[in-house]
């Protein structure tokens, strides 16, 4: 089950904030975000586990009500090196037992000068 | 360099031709998956390996396409009979089991141009 993301594209001015949702139907193990700039693979920002946490690096942080299935990725004071798209990836205990990583379709974000 | 590594990084093929990719995960990994990515989409799950075994297989993916992981460390994924709307970009990721560790490691991809 695909987890849905929102906004779908965003565009900032330097030193703007701004927050990207991912909520999922299913019950979650995890909420994994990644940044991927154009022509580039994926890069890891950040997990969270259930149990409600919170983790930060830098200026971006996240967030993950495990009962709401929602996490949220908070980016303040952005910089020009935050432009790209960025995918949150649920991950669920399927009924194998084993687990799967599932991304959404990916929120665009623009920082202009 | 001790990263995810993917060949080749570009396929040319016309359509019904078989292709075949492979992967080579960070060697202390034992998660392996494969994901297809097009332009503008997020990376869409395809097949997930732990060790040698394939425990997870997306329903989406059709019977044209395979993957394996002999031994549990490389890996290959094959289209048979390949169609216009396979082309894409293949990432390949590996990750250790779980919780914190489990940080996916993305290669570069390799990309398929179906004429």
């Known amino acids: 089950q695909q987890p849905v993301q929102s906004p779908q594209a965003v565009i900032l001015r330097e030193g703007e904030d701004a927050v990207i949702n991912c909520s999922s139907s299913?019950?979650?193990?995890?909420v994994h975000w990644y940044r991927q700039k154009h022509g580039e693979a994926p890069i890891f920002l950040m997990i969270l586990l259930k149990g409600g946490e919170q983790k930060g690096h830098d200026k971006i942080s996240a967030s993950f009500n495990e009962k709401k299935q929602q996490s949220s990725l908070y980016l303040t004071a952005s910089q020009l090196s935050y432009s790209g798209t960025y995918f949150c990836?649920?991950?669920?205990?399927?009924?194998?037992?084993?687990?799967?990583?599932?991304f959404g379709k990916g929120t665009k974000l623009s920082v202009i000068p | 360099d001790t990263g995810v590594s993917q060949n080749p990084r570009h396929k040319i093929t016309k359509r019904g031709q078989n292709v075949t990719f492979r992967c080579d995960p960070i060697s202390e990994h034992n998660r392996l998956y494969w994901y297809r990515q097009t332009l503008g989409q997020g990376p869409e799950f395809l097949t997930y390996f732990q060790n040698e075994a394939q425990l997870e297989k997306s329903r989406l993916l059709s019977d044209r396409f395979s993957a394996e992981r002999p031994k549990g460390s490389f890996s290959t994924l094959e289209i048979q009979r390949t169609e216009q709307g396979d082309s894409a970009m293949y990432l390949c990721?590996?990750?250790?089991?779980?919780?914190?560790?489990?940080?996916?490691?993305f290669g570069e991809g390799s990309r398929l141009t179906v004429l």
């Open positions: 990836g649920t991950e669920m205990i399927s009924g194998a037992g084993s687990y799967q990583l599932t």
């Open positions: 990721a590996s990750s250790l089991a779980l919780g914190t560790n489990g940080e996916l490691f």
């Open positions: 299913k019950a979650l193990y995890s």
